[in-house]
């Protein structure tokens, strides 16, 4: 079993940048495709990006594209989100999660992180 741990969340103004890390332990993560979500208040869960093996490997929505990179760090074990060009829309609670079986279906999840962008 895998848990993961989200950090990096807080209250930027637009146009800035934020990187969050997930933090796992319990297993190695550099076979799972991880993946990133977000959740605003009164909206469902949506994807936000994720990374396969390497670098060239990655999956964005259509929101964040350009503005946001997925990327790995397999020795220490973290996956991260780089977010630059920051909007009040990307206020959420972010999430990371793993594919284990890479059939999109994200089976181990952390508690979320909060970003805050205001205006």
């Known amino acids: 079993q895998v848990q993961l741990a989200e950090s990096g969340g807080g209250l930027v103004q637009s146009g800035g940048s934020l990187k969050l890390s997930c933090t796992a332990s319990?297993?190695?993560?550099?076979?799972?495709?991880m993946g990133w979500f977000r959740q605003s208040p009164g909206r469902q869960r949506e994807f936000v990006g994720s990374i396969g093996y390497s670098a060239d490997s990655t999956s964005y929505a259509d929101s964040v594209k350009g503005r946001f990179t997925v990327s790995r760090d397999n020795a220490r074990n973290v996956v991260y989100l780089q977010m630059n060009s920051l909007k009040p829309e990307d206020t959420a609670v972010y999430y990371c999660?793993?594919?284990?079986?890479?059939?999109?279906?994200?089976?181990?999840w952390g508690q979320g992180t909060q970003v805050t962008v205001s205006s």
């Open positions: 319990g297993r190695r993560i550099a076979l799972y495709r």
């Open positions: 999660a793993s594919d284990q079986t890479w059939s999109n279906k994200y089976d181990y």
